[in-house]
């Protein structure tokens, strides 16, 4: 293969265009429509290198379509014989610091949906409610010497688990949808260490994040010294962050790099007065539609300031008041629509059971306007993260921002 050898055109000569291959040339013509620098990209190629940086990383992006997990099985997979390269020279590149992936995810998405925009009309795009999706997932973990690694508090095992808080940002449009930003978190948690007998120390020594593991396994984590300018780095810097401050700037990089949404949907652990305040400053004209919590947060209503359960319970008292109680058959569910005021803010509440005696769960948008049915049906669009994080996992196609 020459330098200036495309692998994507070269990659569709080995495969015949028949009903057998139509998937591989759906996923070369995709390809084919991006268009990346090594600029982009972060980093330059070395002279004594065979292969160009954009072909590189052209290998690495078509590792999941052809059953390549990384680079060691590459020279097992039929890749190998098209394209003849070391698997160290995938891994040095996997490694370098300066490498900007989420400037690399952004172009990438940018280009698919303006392929997408092109395609369907200008009209009809922007006629389709578009929608940002943020949410958080577990990421296990098995090994105690990964960078960073630590235990976290898993919502769904309820108990810690060895690993990351994945942190990801999904953009749809209803049909389609696209991973454009990630960050990894962690959690302090607390010392494993075992204490010694008759250690009456009153005053013990800060021992800094110890996130669950002893000293010994923290000790035994990898490490590694990085320029403090590094994308690597500044990643890393995030690691601790929180969750909810990093999700705010999330929403700010996808609206700097041109994405227009018309909600921001979360659900109950992200909606709350930070967001709410946040969302309504921003001059794109966007919504922010989730779910709340039926805990102590106040709403300042018609009824009085009341949390969510108190304004259900006075609202069952007065079910048969009309303008209150309705009943939605085709989903067999009832439901009441209020507005409100948080922390000064106008928005809108939603609550609604299935059946007679199920249990009540609150919506919160800051779209006033918006009617319960488009506010249900907008908000179940969120359930296509957790389908995402389902087949990201199965597949293993995530993009690793720590690499070791």
Sequence with gaps: MRKGTNIISELSGFFKENDENRAIYSIINVLNHIRISEKQIGVHKNPNCKMTIKQVFSLLVIFPFFMVKNPNNYAKSALSSMFDCHRNMLYRFMQLDNIDWRRIIYTINSQIWKTIRNKVGAEEYTGRIRTLIIDDTDLEKTGTHIEA??????????????????????????????????????????????????????????????????????????????????????????????????????????????????????????????????????????????????????????????????????????????GFFKYWRDMHMSYFTIDAKLDGMQVRLYFCRSGKNGKWNGLLTTNIEMDFKTAYQTYARRWTIEVSFHEMKSLYVFIHYYHS
């Design 149 to 322: 690694i630590g235990k976290v508090f898993s919502h769904v095992k309820m108990k810690q688990v060895l690993g990351f808080k994945g942190l990801f940002a999904c953009f749809s449009d209803g049909k389609t949808q696209s991973m454009i930003d990630m960050s990894l978190h962690g959690e302090e948690g607390k010392d494993k260490t075992p204490k010694r007998k008759g250690n009456r120390d009153p005053k013990p020594k800060p021992l800094g994040l110890v996130q669950g593991l002893t000293k010994e396994q923290r000790e035994a984590r990898f490490t590694k010294d990085r320029d403090a300018k590094s994308k690597t780095q500044e990643r890393k810097e995030e690691y601790m962050m929180s969750k909810m401050a990093n999700a705010i700037e999330m929403v700010k990089r996808a609206i700097s790099n041109g994405f227009r949404f018309d909600y921001l949907l979360c659900d109950s652990w992200f909606t709350c007065t930070e967001l709410v305040r946040f969302i309504k400053t921003r001059h794109i004209h966007c919504h922010l539609l989730g779910m709340i919590k039926m805990g102590k947060t106040k709403y300042e209503t018609k009824l009085g300031l009341k949390t969510a359960n108190q304004i259900v319970e006075h609202v069952m008292k007065k079910k048969n008041q009309k």
